[in-house]
C-alpha cells in the first residue's frame, strides 16, 4: 500500500534522511519500519488494556467467590 504526506516542512525531511542515513537506510525504508513500531505499539497496548480489564474482572470475581465460601 503506497502512502503520500504532503506540506512536511522541508527542516522535518532534512532530519530524517540524517536520521535514516546514519542507519545506513533509505527514507522510504526508515518511515517504513517507523510506521510499523506506531501500529505494533498500538496493538501492543491494546492487548496490554483488555488483559488489565480482564485480570480486574478475574479479581473481583475471585473475592465475590471467596467472600460467598466460609471454607475453602
Known amino acids: 500500500m503506497e502512502i503520500r504526506i ?8 532534512c532530519k530524517i534522511d540524517e536520521m ?3 542507519l545506513n537506510q533509505s527514507r522510504q ?7 510499523e513500531l506506531i501500529a505494533i505499539d498500538y496493538i ?3 492487548k496490554m488494556d483488555h488483559l488489565e480489564k480482564e485480570m480486574q474482572a478475574n479479581t473481583i470475581y475471585f473475592f465475590f467467590i471467596i467472600s460467598n465460601k466460609p471454607y475453602l
Not at 6 to 13: E, G, R
Not at 29 to 35: G, M
Open 6 to 13: 504532503k506540506d512536511v516542512d522541508p527542516i522535518i525531511v
Open 29 to 35: 525504508i526508515y518511515l517504513n519500519a517507523r510506521i
Open 20 to 22: 535514516a542515513k546514519k
Open 44 to 46: 501492543q497496548s491494546t
